[in-house]
């Protein structure tokens, strides 16, 4: 059963995926709803077909094939290049 489900964003942001879903002959709403099973499911990368990936948008695809994280992050590191970052 399908249920609304109201999302803010940046305006240009809304135009440019109404382009893209128009060329792709989809709606916006069937767009979202893809690239939300597309990076909710549970399986692994090398679960899904060759088809299936090819069928998904190239960020999706990059987002599905990416190795997952080791888990190891330095905060301090982190903070320091923030506060070096933000100066």
Do not use: C, W
């Amino acid at each position: 059963m399908a249920k609304k489900l109201t999302l803010r964003m940046d305006e240009d942001v809304i135009e440019r995926a109404k382009e893209y879903a128009a060329e792709r002959g989809i709606s916006v709403s069937k767009m979202v709803e893809q690239y939300f099973a597309a990076v909710t499911t549970e399986s692994v990368p090398d679960e899904h077909s060759e088809d299936d990936q090819e069928s998904l948008p190239p960020f999706t695809r990059r987002l599905v094939n990416r190795e997952p994280s080791s888990g190891d992050v330095d905060e301090d590191a982190y903070y320091r290049h923030l506060e070096e970052k933000h100066r």
